[in-house]
């Protein structure tokens, strides 16, 4: 199995090296990560400079490692067009933080996966639902089992997993459900403040507000103890309403 790992941490993120260790074990690695931090970095793709992926190295590891100067899914795409073949799996993470809710549209880790599953490529993100130190080890074990059946498993088109890890230790996770996505919104704050030229400028912030934690979301399992794999897909489509819009726009129809 030929395995392509990226993030949105940085090619340098304690969460990527131990993914690549594990990974490693059961496939043949290659990893292309942004050489700097990309986190809410969304599904941008650069048009606009030149790429360049600069050969790196990472302890113990055997792969090609690249740091790449462009964003998540930038490292997806020339992942896979920079090699002789295409990867047989993409791998996302582990990033450090939760992508629970609708951090999932904000996420360069989530939408690394997505570019994948948008080129045809079986991919999971993973993540871990601390942005404290924590131990990445019972996740990054995960992810090689997940990587060993999604293997020999086919994902339906245009689909991919996005898995959570709680952030204790092994002995206290409870198990693994299989989640939809809560509704979890981020940015609620804005500071505002003074350079020292004296000019206005702004800083994002914001708690985590949770308005859908129902039984069967991932924030429900996460907040179990236990990790969530959401199946995902970028269909945006709001097929609950599709039927009925065509009503309502009546009026529109005239020209
Ligand atoms: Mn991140």
């Not at 490692?65 to 490292?75: K, R």
């Not at 990790?227 to 970028?234: C, D, G, L, Q, V």
Request: proline share 7%.
């Amino acid at each position: 199995m030929r395995i392509l790992i990226t993030n949105d941490d940085g090619v340098q993120a304690p969460g990527l090296y131990i993914l690549v260790k594990n990974l490693q074990q059961v496939g043949q690695v290659r990893v292309i990560a942004p050489e700097r931090e990309q986190s809410a970095s969304g599904h941008a793709v650069t048009l606009h400079k030149p790429l360049r992926l600069t050969p790196t190295e990472l302890p113990g590891v055997d792969g090609e490692v690249f740091a790449c100067n462009g964003t998540p899914a930038d490292c997806v795409i020339l992942g896979i067009l920079t090699d002789s073949a295409p990867p047989d799996l993409v791998v996302a993470g582990i990033n450090g933080g939760a992508n629970l809710g609708e951090e999932v549209l904000y996420s360069g880790t989530v939408s690394a996966a997505m570019e994948a599953a948008i080129q045809g490529i079986r991919s999971f993100a993973i993540s871990i639902a601390s942005y404290n130190e924590v131990d990445f080890a019972p996740a990054a074990r995960f992810a090689r089992r997940l990587a060993m059946l999604l293997n020999e498993l086919d994902l339906p088109d245009n689909s991919f997993l996005n898995v959570n890890v709680p952030p204790v230790p092994a002995e206290q996770i409870q198990g693994i459900a299989v989640t939809r996505l809560g509704h979890r919104a981020y940015i609620n704050r804005i500071d505002q403040r003074e350079d020292p030229r004296g000019e206005t400028y702004y800083w994002f912030s914001g708690d985590p507000t949770e308005s859908d934690s129902a039984p069967g979301t991932d924030i429900a399992a996460i907040a179990e103890n236990k990790i969530s794999i959401t199946p995902a897909h970028f269909d945006l489509t709001n097929h609950e309403i599709l039927d009925n819009l065509n009503p309502l726009l009546e009026g529109l129809r005239e020209w």
